[in-house]
Each structure stands twice: as structure tokens, then as C-alpha cells.
């Protein structure tokens, strides 16, 4: 049986995950190359893999001409359009990590490219895959509660989620990477957009960092939480997080995550900058409203200020209502008529909510299982079904920056 050939860029936590699964399906692929900025500091975790070609530099992966048959882009999001191109030029299918760019251009140039070579590009629009949305998914093309007049989703990010990667992480800087609402909530305006099946006519948006900028940094508060008078009250408290949460500097350190080692990375560095002292620019809280062209509406809700990092959502049609929890893993369904109900309990079906509530793992088996048959699922979210959640999200942003003016899809 032939064997999909895998290289992978960039391997932080994505690369780490695809890595793991790789290692669970080796009848089916074979692990050719990794490629990291970061390969001498992190060679030892990537050749637990039994990775046999490790490169520091994309130049150096492609000139190699490898035999692949996939490129997995897990590198940094500013670099998803130049190692993408690379990938389709060299004769390469791409699995591709959301955002495509942050870009729109770039996004129809990537499009157009895999078009014109008949190569097959997939965005990880993972939470598609996952068995809490696919089974809302089903009962909605049912209609069994009629036709979809509003939905409403709500992303809870979470203060440490929001501190790690929006705050002092990769993510914090919307001139360098893009603006939340496409760097978090792109899989949210594709979920909106997948679920209610129907062409977006109009966007309008709200939000702003409200809190945690330099307004608000407590009088002789210091840069770093070492030397900070307020470290052992203040909830961002960047050594009580990552020492009670290791896993979460795993991508920077490697695998060796020991007290000791924890400390003196963090020591006077950017994960451990007061999150009142930073230089980000991305919002603490966003609302999106979406119309559609039948004129049902949809509307997002992403707030940082949460215990919790999870998402819910409400789906109101002409004959019943779906409400459900994503960290409960379940939904219900209440029906009008006879005011019925009935609740799917997902954690029923699987006992893998690993990684997106499962959706990691069936993401990349489906997508694997397309490379050797060609039969594509509903899931599967290609480079161009992925345009318009884009769209929408750079038009949302557009009209943020505009005092929420409303902004027309085409």
C-alpha cells in the first residue's frame, strides 16, 4: 500500500501534534522531513520521531527536492503565504495552518496557484471535524429545526490564554501577524459560515483592548513578574501559570520542562513581561454581526475575560433550537411542536477530545485518507472554501477600525 510521504515547517506546537500522529498511522505515511528556524535547539525532540532530514532553513528543505508528497505549513502566520508558494511551486499538496495570510491578496494568490497546478491545498479548519460540530451540523441539514434564522457563538479565550499568545506570545501584534478576530476567529466565521449554508451578504463589528495595556499598569509595577511588588496578587502572574502549566512552553524550551529550566527561561523574558507593558494591539473583546442575503443573521462573540477557554453556541430556527457547550460536550435539541427535547452527549461517541475536542486527530486522518483516495468529506475545508471565512474576518476587522460601519461581502 503506498505510504503519503510527509515533510513539515515549523515545529512548534502544530508541527508537534501533526508529528504524534504521524507516529500513530505509519502504515499509511512516512515521516521524510522536518524544517525549523529552531532546529539545533530542538533536534533531540524532533529525532524522537525518527525524523531522518532536519533543516534550519526553508532554502535548504526545498532545494533538497524531497520525495513528497505533502508539506505540513506550521510555521509562524506571517509566513504562511511565501512557504505555502514554495510548497505548490516545488509540485507539492499543502495542509496549511489558519490563517492562510493575513493578507487577502495573498490568500486569492495562493487560490489561484493551487488551481493552476492541481494541487490540493487544505486549511486546518479543525473544529469542522470534531463530533460536537458535526453532529450539529447533521441535525441542522435535516431541518429538523426548520429553516436557520440566527446563530449565535461565543469564543471565551480565557485571561491566560489571552496573556500566553495574545498579550506577551506570538500573536500579540496585529502588524506582525493579524488581527485577532483572524488569527483566533477565523474558525469561527467559517463554523457560522458552514453552518448556516447560505451566501454572507453583510459585516459589521465592534471591540477593542480595553484592559490590559499601559493605562492600566498598577503604579510601580515593574517590566518583569520577578521583580514586580504585585507578582503574588496579580492574576497574570506569568511564573504561578507556566510553572502550574508547563505544557505551554514546550514549543519554546523543547522537552525538558523542569522547574530549573522553566525559571531561568522566563527570566526577564517576553512570557514573563507585565501584560500591562507590552506592545500589543490586538483586542481584549470583539463582536461581530453577520447578515445574510435571505437576511437571517448571525452574530460572534469573542471576550479574553474568561476562566475557562471554551466556545457555545445557539442556533434559532422556524421550528426548534440548538443550544450547546463545547467544554460540556454536549448540545440540545428543543423541538416547537410538541416542545420536546433531546440531548446528544458526544462524550457518548468518542473519548478523544484531544486536541479541539477530537478534531485534530479526524482533521488529519480524513485529510490523509484524501491524499490516497481522493474522496473528499464535508469536513475537508480547501483553499477555496476557506476564502470566505477570510472574507470575513478582514471585513470584520475593517469595519472594527471604522467605527463599526457596515461592510458588504461579494
Known sequence: MKR??????GFGNRGRIYSNFIMETLDKVEYVAVCDVRAKQLEESIKKYNVPNIYDNVDDFFNAKLPLDVVFIC?????????TIMALNAGYNVLLEKPVSNNLDEVNKINNLATKKNLKVIVTYVLRYSLFYKYIKEVVDSNEIGDIININTTENVAYWHQAHSYVRGNWHNSKLTGPMIL????HDMDLIYWLMGKKVSKISSF????????EHTPKNATEYCIDCPYK????????RFYLANPEWLRPMIGDNLNEETINKFLYHNQYSRCVFQCDNDVVDHQIVNIEFEDHS???HTMNAYTRWCYRDIKIMGTKGCIVGNFEMQKFKVYHFVDNSEKEIDITNYTKDFEGHGGGDRLMFNQFIDYLLTSKKTIQLTSIQESLISHKMAFAAEKSRLNDGK????D
Open 207 to 214: 471591540g477593542n483592548n480595553n484592559y490590559l495595556n499601559k
Open 297 to 299: 443573521t448571525a452574530s
Open 75 to 83: 510555521s509562524m502566520d506571517q509566513y504562511h503565504y511565501k512557504h
Open 232 to 239: 503574588d496578587s496579580c492574576a497574570f502572574n506569568a511564573y
Open 406 to 409: 457596515v461592510e458588504e461581502i
Open 4 to 9: 503519503i510521504k510527509i515533510g513539515i515547517i
Open 183 to 186: 488569527t483566533k476567529c477565523s
